[in-house]
């Protein structure tokens, strides 16, 4: 079945420092991609998704390319802030019949220090 | 303003004590669904739901029931918890967004069975 795996955390990072957060799937054909983000006490948002190879999803500084080669979706950020402290969570939706259900990878808890 | 809503936000209850979480969405979305995180897991999907009247388990039904009479409302139900339902819980609505399903979720349910 499909699966999505990404970098276990936690990370911690000084405010301005580069950002990676590794996240590779299975699944058969081209299904979509997502990251989500959880902030502390609420549920989780939207931050980006792609949904063909070669994509780049992006906001909020956030940055993540649609790797089918590599089957990956790596995020990025070029300058983290304190605020970006959370939990996120790297997700993919199926091609074909059943692609309105989300398979989760276990999440990367990020806090970023002043 | 789209948004899903879940009572209640917090939630203490003994084990055998038949509990219900509401959810309502206003996007008037088909696809619901029902999720639980817990540390290192992830979020796993409990129940989800194609359309009113229409439902079907996710990776981890036992122990929980859903209904669909109306399109906007998605409860989940535990007729007799248990210790192990101890979890932090996730109503998501689903709709069609520019080339993939996008999902919306609610503020948690954070659910202690004693």
């Known amino acids: 079945g499909d699966s999505v795996t990404q970098m276990e955390g936690p990370v911690t990072l000084s405010e301005e420092a580069f950002l990676t957060i590794n996240c590779t799937y299975t699944?058969?054909?081209?299904?979509?991609l997502f990251w989500y983000v959880q902030y502390p006490g609420e549920g989780l948002q939207l931050l980006l998704k792609a949904t063909k190879a070669d994509d780049k999803g992006s906001n909020k500084g956030f940055e993540a390319t649609y790797r089918k080669e590599t089957t990956s979706f790596h995020l990025e950020k070029g300058s983290v802030q304190v605020s970006d402290s959370a939990v996120y969570f790297c997700?993919?939706?199926?091609?074909?019949?059943?692609?309105?259900?989300?398979?989760f990878g276990k999440g990367t808890l990020l806090t970023v220090n002043p | 303003e789209a948004q899903v809503t879940q009572n209640p936000r917090y939630l203490i209850t003994v084990t055998g004590k038949k509990l219900t979480v509401t959810c309502s969405q206003n996007?008037?979305?088909?696809?619901m669904s029902w999720y639980r995180q817990d540390p290192g897991l992830g979020l796993r999907q409990i129940y989800y739901?194609?359309?009113?009247?229409?439902?079907d388990k996710g990776d981890v039904p036992e122990g929980y029931k859903v209904s669909r009479k109306e399109k906007r409302n998605f409860p989940l139900i535990l007729e007799s918890p248990s210790p192990n339902q101890t979890s932090l819980y996730f109503c998501a609505s689903s709709g069609w967004a520019v080339g993939a399903y996008e999902a919306f979720f609610g503020q948690g349910t954070r659910l202690t069975v004693v």
């Open positions: 699944a058969t054909g081209y299904p979509s």
């Open positions: 739901s194609m359309n009113v009247e229409v439902t």
């Open positions: 997700a993919l939706t199926a091609s074909g019949g059943s692609n309105y259900k989300l398979t």
């Open positions: 996007m008037n979305h088909e696809y």
